[in-house]
DNA sequence: GCCAACGTTGGC
DNA sequence: GCCAACGTTGGC
């Protein structure tokens, strides 16, 4: 099992759209970095989903239902898209604050790398954030 | 709303 | 193949 991030503008797609959805496919993705981990991602496999600007929270847990297949909103082969459902939604939203003043999140790709849009955890990151989240 | 950081593009 | 210029993202 593995375990990913994976991050939106609440403006292009919010988590309460996602809510109301309960599964959505995502696309759009046009950085190499982030398509490879989009590659990676098995069914079943959980990740996060946080909220960039505005927000700038985890939300809540999502689940790979389907692998990475052609990306829809493009005829060029380079890119994927994976479909994602709403696994649970957090009772409290974990704020980046909040990450960044966790030890075990020190290192978290999100603080390193604030551009990138969908990234791997460890395990025990995501571990911790699903607790802070209750 | 600003702007630093980063990725991409394109001229050479 | 290098790198300056440009566009986009996201924290503040």
Redesign the pocket.
Known sequence: MNYWLV?T?PEAYSWEQFLKDKKTVWDGV????ARNSLKEMKTGDMALFYN??EE?KVKGIVRVTKEAFPDPTTTDERWVAVELKVEKNFKKSVS?DEIKKDKVLSGITLIK?????VMPLTESEFARITELGG
């Open positions: 991050k503008d046009r950085n190499y970095q960039s600007r700038r980046l790398q604030s551009r990138l849009s």
